[in-house]
């Protein structure tokens, strides 16, 4: 027991299928990777009640990256030459993703990311992958809704400039808004942990826009959402998958009230998949699972579903196995590998509404919405607004 308690937290199972599991679990941006653990743990044990993979149990080993690219790149080192993994989930930053990746690559051990959205990541190689969406779409998802919904004509950018993450969305929103005859009319720049953002915001608030697009994590949005506010700045809010936190309406309070963002999937979805997950994820954790937790668990299924599909934990077959992927029934939505490995898959809007947050629209992948350019995309309640998808 006290040999196999040492490094890598490891489930208490019988030798199986090792996979890894690495994130910042101590740090600013704790709660992605928790509740990424989460939900990979409850697909493992999951399937291992169901009888695991190949006549093996599954077994998750957990490496804490303490939120820093290099402690990245060494928790997959150990991962794969200590413990001898066979496929690896991680990392949710995309920072610390482009870090470990050319390790995993390297080894050629099979890299999934649950949330890593900047483009670069799956070009270090191929044996990584990703489950969710990528900054170019996401971020013409969140013009398009600016414009099309929010009827913006106006925006501005609030960027971390050290976020691979956040300048890549950024890019993608000013090139998707410009596309759609919206003007961008200030970008301006802070490092994550600063905390006073009274010099950007002064300069905002003389611009008027319309809109400001803040592409970064929880930790900075609620803060620049108050000091926004108290500044008399009037513009809608907007953020992408970086604010899916409870922390967010901790830290912002009103201020977030009526703001938007992307996201992988809602909770409100009533998808039978989504609320049996759902269900599972409240009943043995007590809270709601958020996106991380959801792309996590799609994760951890799609890489024992190559091994299905593979016959084998070979690396070299599960790779494959994973590029070939087509219409795996995720609970983010069905995951159709491209020839980069990444998803086509569709995103969601949500609204801040009484501190919770409440679907508004979906967006469907662009690769299909280019041939249908107005599509019926915002479902609730019966209500249905339409978007012009033509970015």
């Known amino acids: 027991m006290l040999a196999a308690s040492c490094g890598g937290e490891k489930t208490p199972a019988a030798q199986g299928i090792e996979i890894g599991f690495f994130g910042a679990l101590t740090g600013p941006q704790a709660t992605f990777a928790l509740s990424g653990k989460n939900g990979a743990r409850l697909a493992v044990d999951q399937m291992n009640r169901a009888g695991g993979v190949l006549g093996k149990k599954l077994d998750l080993l957990v490496e804490d990256d303490h939120n820093e690219p290099s402690e990245a790149a060494s928790a997959v080192s150990k991962l794969i030459t200590r413990d001898h993994v066979v496929a690896l989930i991680g990392e949710n930053a995309s920072s610390r993703s482009l870090a470990a990746a050319p390790i995993a690559q390297n080894y050629q051990v099979p890299m999934v990311s649950p949330s890593s959205t900047n483009v670069e990541v799956t070009k270090k190689g191929d044996y990584i992958f990703r489950v969710c969406f990528i900054d170019s779409y996401q971020g013409k998802a969140l013009a398009t809704f600016a414009r099309q919904n929010l009827q913006a004509k106006t925006a501005a ?7 691979d993450y956040s300048v890549g969305l950024a890019e993608a929103f000013r090139r998707a808004f410009s596309a ?59 953020g992408a998958d970086g604010w899916d936190s409870p922390k967010l309406a901790e830290i912002g309070g009103s201020a977030v009230e ?17 609320q049996t997950f759902v269900a599972d994820y409240r009943a043995t954790y007590g809270e709601d699972p958020d996106s991380i937790a959801a792309l996590s668990y799609d994760a951890a299924r ?4 190559a091994m299905r599909r593979a016959g084998s934990t070979e690396s070299k077959r599960v790779r494959d196995a994973l590029a070939a992927t087509a219409d795996f029934p995720g609970v983010t939505g069905k995951i159709t590998m491209d020839a980069d490995r990444n998803p086509v898959k569709p995103a969601v809007i949500l609204k801040i509404e009484g501190g919770r947050y409440r679907y508004a629209a979906t967006i469907p992948p662009y690769a299909s919405c280019v041939k249908r350019k107005t599509q019926n995309v915002k479902r609730n309640q019966g209500r249905v607004s339409r978007l012009t998808l033509n970015v």
Do not use: C, W
């Open 180 to 238: 759609l005859k919206g003007r961008i009319v200030e970008e301006l720049k802070y490092a994550e942990g600063d905390s006073d953002f009274s010099a950007q915001l002064t300069v905002l608030r003389s611009s008027r826009p319309d809109a400001i697009f803040i592409p970064g994590y929880y930790t900075d949005a609620g803060l620049i959402a108050r000091q926004a506010r108290s500044l008399g700045i009037q513009a809608a809010l907007l």
């Open 258 to 274: 009526g703001a938007h963002f992307s996201n992988h999937y809602a909770v409100e979805d009533p998808s039978p998949s989504v």
């Open 157 to 163: 950018l609030l960027v971390d400039a050290k976020s």
């Open 302 to 305: 799609l890489i024992a579903d």
